[in-house]
């Protein structure tokens, strides 16, 4: 859980770059750096309407059905059948909460991706900074000059990695929501658990190697 401090420094650190933003200083970087700022509360968010899906499941009360008339709210949620027995409502609700959670590893690697993006960013801007000084008989220049051309292989390194692992979070969250919204899972829950399976095992090798990548690259 946030402190208030922690809210106050974040909300304090965000507003700094968007004053930035503002003043057309670094836009881009800044705008990176606002959207990595914000993944705990994009992810919390996320983690909150997961426990109110468990909530609901444990308590077996649709909040859905508490509001008054035909809300945008009822008409997108997905809701067990009215015949439905306690172990697909279960499976249901289940399923809702790992969507939840499936949503926030999306912004995760997504915040991952920019992280990895601006860190390339400034290293290279450091290289071209150093390289072209007057001195040229300097080491430092030598040594950025040769870092400078093996940036771009590095950068694909560091890429491979974080790419992969936004690739499959984008189709695991898209294919989870597909199969809740489009299709009735409670039909063969079998066959659901095993297409999300396939998905968490590509995501947890992907994650490995973007965290393994980003280690290695930018340490």
């Known amino acids: 859980m946030f402190s208030r401090t922690d809210v106050q420094k974040t909300s304090a650190g965000t507003g700094q770059h968007v004053n930035e933003i503002r003043r057309g200083a670094g836009a881009l970087k ?13 992810f919390g968010c996320t983690a909150m309407n997961a426990l109110t899906k468990m909530f609901q499941g444990a308590a077996g009360v649709d909040m859905e059905d508490l509001l008054a008339g035909d809300s945008l709210l009822q008409l997108a949620s997905v809701k067990p059948h009215g015949n439905a027995t ?26 991952l991706y920019q992280f990895c993006k601006m860190t390339l960013e400034i290293l ?3 290289l071209e900074h150093i390289a072209n000084e007057r001195q040229k008989s300097d080491e430092r220049h030598v040594v950025a000059s040769g870092l400078l051309v093996a940036h771009k292989s590095l950068a694909d390194i560091a890429y491979t990695g974080v790419i992969m ?40 090798v992907t994650s490995m190697a973007a965290i393994y990548n980003l280690n290695t690259v930018e340490p």
């Open 30 to 42: 800044h705008d990176r750096a606002v959207q990595i700022i914000a993944l705990p509360a994009v």
């Open 86 to 111: 306690a172990t697909d409502a279960a499976q249901v609700y289940t399923a809702q909460v790992e969507t939840c959670y499936q949503v926030g590893d999306l912004y995760e690697a997504w915040a």
């Open 124 to 126: 290279r801007s450091s």
């Open 165 to 204: 692992f936004l690739v499959v979070c984008c189709a695991q969250a898209g294919w989870s929501l597909y199969l809740l919204t489009f299709t009735n899972p409670e039909e063969n829950w079998a066959d659901y658990n095993s297409q999300m399976g396939r998905f968490q095992a590509a995501g947890l």
